[in-house]
């Protein structure tokens, strides 16, 4: 299984940016694809996952009604569009992939799979 987050950049704060996650090497449609973001000194921190099959989502309390995760089942691709960036939106960006279909992935144990990352940094 090969995760490739991509789409990070530099974006001044209200602004917009949507990251995509790329999945090869398995059939994803009984997976739940979460993001994760880390920023310097912290803790990794969940922000969201879909449910692949169902289309079904859920976001952390910090990021909800700015957040939206979305899945194009063609392109086996999760993206993350991301509105309203604030400056404490800056961090790492990772998706990950749980391949049980766990009940509440919010945790980093519940994922097998990870990306390699993408930086987003928003400016005050």
């Known amino acids: 299984v090969q995760l490739q987050a991509s789409g990070g950049g530099l974006v001044q704060a209200g602004g917009s940016l949507r990251l995509s996650c790329a999945a090869s090497?398995?059939?994803?449609?009984?997976?739940?694809m979460g993001w994760f973001r880390q920023a310097p000194g912290k803790e990794c921190e969940f922000v969201g996952y879909?449910?692949?099959?169902?289309?079904?989502?859920y976001y952390a309390d910090s990021v909800k009604g700015r957040f939206t995760i979305s899945r194009d089942n063609a392109k086996n691709t999760v993206y993350l569009q991301m509105n309203k960036l604030k400056p404490e939106d800056t961090a790492v960006y990772y998706c990950?992939?749980?391949?049980?279909?766990?009940?509440?992935?919010?945790?980093?144990?519940?994922?097998?799979?990870w990306g390699q990352g993408t930086q987003v940094t928003v400016s005050s």
């Open positions: 990950a992939a749980d391949k049980d279909s766990s009940w509440y992935p919010r945790t980093l144990s519940e994922y097998d799979y």
């Open positions: 879909i449910r692949w099959s169902t289309g079904t989502t």
């Open positions: 090497g398995r059939t994803f449609s009984s997976y739940v």
